[in-house]
């Protein structure tokens, strides 16, 4: 049977991304994003289509459902795509995307004969709290907020469309990932876990509350909605969030305990004097340049709680969100992460945040994680040149699989000597496997030349970004330094073996991965092992 097809706008969305990796292989995929597939580091896949529009430009993506329309169409639409930021002020983009692009998407949907159309709202749309008791499917968006405005404005032209195209609207809360990825949780968890004076204020008394549900929790919540799109009432309304909500007092006394050992304890700041604090940082940041991620609108919502009743939701898809991924239990392996990873920890916010790395480090993490799949297609390209060329004969021999295995690994390697800014990391793998490799038949111009690949192949693609062009040393740095130390290795060591007179003979091959293990795992496990190796 042929796979059912999926459109999804916002594809290059930290919500989109997940479930392009999610559903890539039991799904044909359209993604349509504003960005490039390299620029989001969204996963690449032979069913996924990537469409790089605007959905503002209506011409572009006209012309782009055409191309859809001729590949077969769609069983569903999932509408992601959205402009938020923090600031809080009614800029000109939350109309043209949020309201004129929802339009364009949904008047272009209508010839695609779709089962479902998704149009991803937000409990945020909705005025919290409430006199009747929590937010459930049934109230109305009508919080005053600028982004609240354009959800509700497109669930107007969502229900207006419900007679032409199927149409559901799902409320998402607060969207979260191991990583952080939610940007006030993250300046939250930075804030309270860094040593400024500020580490042990929260605003009023703490008892600001929103619902937060974990990105796989999405995935899933995703997963039932396809295969129930059948039962559903034109424009309903579904709530993808848990039940209640977590409040920054809560958060404060799990991550501050997480991170040493014994929770902190908060000091509530009166909210007229947030407020003061509020004017005097926008002034100071206005006269700077730089403005604080906490806005005078924020005030409005110190110590109110929006509380969440989704169980109609839940009811309806047979779905609900899982114990081991509610926030109070999810919270140490982000304050985990934050401890042990940080470089990545940053790298990733920053860029949920777009915000610009101006700390090399951070910026080439960011690239190279984001990238991967991008570096990996092109080495392999690469050594296939070469082999035809009759160079590198023994990689050439490997098993595909094998080779993508063997070059991921060594990526994740440099990735992490960038993290951890231990450039010994790929020196310390290839002494520890040298002797097998030699064994194997591979010979030292051949390892080196795979290892010269990398670097040409990473290196690349790395100046070609506008956002790195000014950390040309640091590319050297952190990546060419490490994989020529790496290649000097290999020489000194085959020189050894040589001199000692070890002979060649079979064995397991350079990449072979041991039955019954993942190359996940045994990535993971190359890599710890490279980390407390000592020379």
């Known amino acids: 049977m042929p796979r059912p097809a999926l459109i999804v706008t916002g594809a290059s969305?930290?919500?989109?991304?997940?479930?392009?990796?999610?559903?890539?292989?039991?799904?044909?995929?359209?993604?349509?994003?504003?960005?490039?597939?390299?620029?989001?580091?969204?996963?690449v896949h032979p069913n996924i289509a990537w469409m790089q529009v605007d959905i503002g430009d209506a011409e572009g993506l006209a012309r782009t459902f055409r191309e859809i329309a001729s590949a077969g169409g769609a069983k569903v639409l999932l509408h992601l795509a959205a402009y938020y930021d923090y600031a809080g002020e009614h800029r000109p983009e939350y109309r043209r995307t949020n309201v004129e692009g929802t339009q364009h998407v949904l008047e272009l949907a209508r010839g695609l004969q779709l089962e479902l159309f998704v149009f991803a709202s937000s409990v945020a749309a909705c005025e919290f709290p409430r006199r009747e008791g929590p937010i459930d499917e049934s109230t109305p968006?009508?919080?005053?907020?600028i982004y609240a405005w354009s959800k509700r404005e497109g669930e107007r032209l969502v229900r207006e469309q419900r007679d032409s195209v199927p149409t559901c609207i799902v409320r998402f809360g607060a969207v979260y990932s191991d990583w952080c990825e939610y940007p006030p949780?993250?300046?939250?968890?930075?804030?309270?876990?860094?040593?400024?004076?500020?580490?042990?204020?929260?605003?009023?008394?703490?008892?600001?509350?929103?619902?937060?549900?974990?990105?796989?929790?999405?995935?899933?919540?995703?997963?039932?909605?396809?295969?129930?799109?059948?039962?559903?009432?034109?424009?309903?309304?579904?709530?993808?969030?848990?039940?209640?909500?977590?409040?920054?007092?809560?958060?404060?006394?799990?991550?501050?305990r997480s991170y040493a050992g014994s929770a902190k304890r908060a000091v509530g700041c009166p909210a007229f004097l947030c407020g003061l604090?509020?004017?005097?940082?926008?002034?100071?940041?206005?006269?700077?340049?730089?403005?604080p991620f906490e806005r005078l609108w924020m005030y409005h919502y110190i110590d109110r709680q929006m509380e969440v009743d989704n169980s109609h939701s839940c009811a309806?898809?047979?779905?609900?969100?899982s114990a081991r991924y509610q926030m109070e239990r999810r919270l140490p392996f982000l304050i985990e992460r934050f401890k042990s990873e940080s470089v990545e920890w940053h790298a990733r916010n920053a860029a949920v945040m777009r915000k610009e790395i101006v700390r090399p480090d951070l910026a080439i993490l960011k690239a190279l994680v984001t990238e991967e799949n991008q570096f990996l297609d092109a080495l392999t390209q690469r050594v296939?040149?070469?082999?035809?060329?009759?160079?590198?004969?023994?990689?050439?021999?490997?098993?595909?699989?094998?080779?993508v295995w063997l070059a991921r690994l060594w990526h994740r390697l440099l990735v992490t000597s960038v993290q951890t800014s231990n450039r010994m990391l790929l020196v310390n793998y290839l002494e520890v496997t040298g002797v097998g490799r030699f064994k194997t038949g591979f010979t030292v111009d051949e390892v080196c030349m795979f290892l010269r690949l990398m670097n040409d192949v990473i290196v690349d693609a790395l100046r070609r970004r506008g956002d790195l062009k000014r950390f040309g040393h640091e590319v050297f740095d952190r990546v060419t330094v490490p994989i020529e130390l790496a290649m000097e290795e290999v020489r000194g060591q085959y020189e050894r073996l040589?001199?000692?007179?070890?002979?060649?003979?079979?064995?397991?091959?350079?990449?072979?991965?041991?039955?019954?293990?993942?190359?996940?795992?045994?990535?993971?496990?190359?890599?710890?092992?490279?980390?407390v190796q000592r020379r």
Request: with cysteine.
């Open 384 to 403: 296939g040149e070469e082999a035809a060329q009759g160079r590198l004969p023994s990689y050439a021999a490997m098993d595909a699989a094998k080779l």
């Open 498 to 531: 040589q001199e000692r007179g070890e002979p060649a003979s079979e064995g397991s091959p350079e990449g072979a991965v041991p039955e019954g293990a993942s190359a996940r795992e045994m990535i993971e496990s190359t890599i710890w092992s490279c980390l």
């Open 316 to 321: 309806r898809l047979e779905w609900s969100p």
């Open 277 to 291: 604090g509020m004017v005097m940082m926008t002034a100071a940041g206005k006269l700077g340049g730089r403005m």
């Open 185 to 256: 949780l993250y300046v939250f968890l930075n804030t309270w876990l860094g040593g400024s004076w500020r580490s042990r204020i929260l605003a009023g008394s703490g008892e600001s509350a929103i619902p937060y549900i974990h990105i796989r929790d999405i995935v899933t919540f995703i997963r039932h909605l396809l295969v129930r799109c059948d039962r559903l009432r034109p424009a309903e309304i579904l709530i993808a969030s848990t039940t209640g909500c977590t409040s920054h007092r809560r958060l404060f006394e799990l991550a501050t």
């Open 141 to 145: 968006p009508d919080g005053r907020h």
């Open 13 to 43: 969305g930290f919500v989109g991304r997940h479930l392009l990796e999610e559903l890539k292989e039991e799904y044909r995929i359209f993604a349509i994003a504003r960005r490039s597939q390299r620029e989001c580091g969204a996963p």
